[in-house]
């Protein structure tokens, strides 16, 4: 790698970093906000792969698509904060008014010309299932009255992104054994040892800063990161394998995209959400 390449790579990573913290510890509406527009970025991305075959009529499925799949993380924030009352009818209304965007994109193909209408609509709503109902989780984790939860996010991403670390440090130095060659050659099994080992580790670390949860709390989302982490990343490389392309995205310089940096959060969040509601 070049030193303009390397410089530009630190630089956004900073850059990065600086916008997480901002949002996370801002207060609620700052990480509504961030996460709001991770969601929206990383369904961007994904419909981008999926969708994009450089036509103008592609632009308004992608529009579509980007609003239904956004829709669940916004409905989940305004109940979890109690910006309006979370009665029956209210809920009522919001499954009326939701269901109209996914029929929107039926009506739309009859009239676009392309040749696989039903594929179309089931990219639009898996982006929705795969990515927009897990950031939709987001708000229960962070969430509970008065309480904010910053501090369990933020070690939920900090476990996500050593797991990523230590796998591609470890497996890049001793890598010899194959984790899942037809899906991401590079992959290693003593990679993912490493990411365990760094994970668990840092989990160890978190029960002494972050006071919310048990040390026995973060070894157990520990082991969820490591192996749901895993295999959210995994996923995306089939997906990214299957459209041809090195990363989902450009809008990180020297880092890909936004689908590259939180395809491991996105696998975890349901099953750390479990475990969190459980011990609540």
């Not at 990480?31 to 592609?58: M, N, P, Q, S, V």
């Not at 698509?65 to 009522?92: C, R």
């Not at 509970?144 to 939860?149: K, L, N, R, S, T």
């Not at 997906?239 to 939180?262: A, E, N, Q, T």
């Amino acid at each position: 790698m070049s030193i303009a390449g390397l410089y530009g790579r630190i630089t956004t990573a900073i850059i990065f970093v600086i916008v997480m913290l901002g949002g996370l510890y801002g207060g609620r509406h700052s990480f509504t906000l961030l996460f709001c527009l991770i969601t929206a970025g990383c369904i961007w991305e994904y419909l981008h792969l999926t969708l994009d075959k450089g036509r103008w009529r592609d632009r308004l499925r992608i529009l579509i698509g980007l609003v239904f799949g956004i829709s669940p993380f916004v409905i989940t924030t305004i109940l979890q904060l109690g910006w309006v009352q979370s009665s029956g009818g209210f809920i009522a209304l919001i499954s009326i008014l939701f269901f109209p965007l996914i029929f929107l994109a039926f009506i739309y193909e009859l009239f676009s010309g392309s040749p696989q209408p039903f594929a179309n609509v089931a990219y639009i709503v898996l982006g929705m299932i795969y990515i927009g109902v897990p950031f939709a989780i987001l708000p229960l984790i962070a969430f509970e009255g008065d309480h904010f939860y910053a501090n369990i996010v933020m070690g939920l991403l900090l476990m996500t992104w050593s797991n990523d670390t230590g796998a591609y440090l470890l497996g890049s130095r001793f890598g010899k054994h194959k984790l899942l060659p037809r899906i991401s050659p590079n992959k290693t099994v003593e990679g993912f040892l490493g990411g365990v080992i760094v994970t668990l580790i840092l989990a160890i670390g978190l029960g002494f800063w972050f006071k919310e949860l048990s040390r026995l709390d973060w070894m157990v989302l520990a082991t969820i990161v490591v192996l749901f982490g895993s295999l959210g990343d995994l996923v995306e490389s089939m997906l990214k394998r299957s459209r041809d392309v090195k990363d989902s995205g450009k809008i990180l310089p020297g880092h890909g995209g936004l689908l590259d940096r939180f395809d491991g959060f996105i696998f975890v969040l349901p099953f750390a959400a479990a475990y969190l509601l459980l011990i609540r």
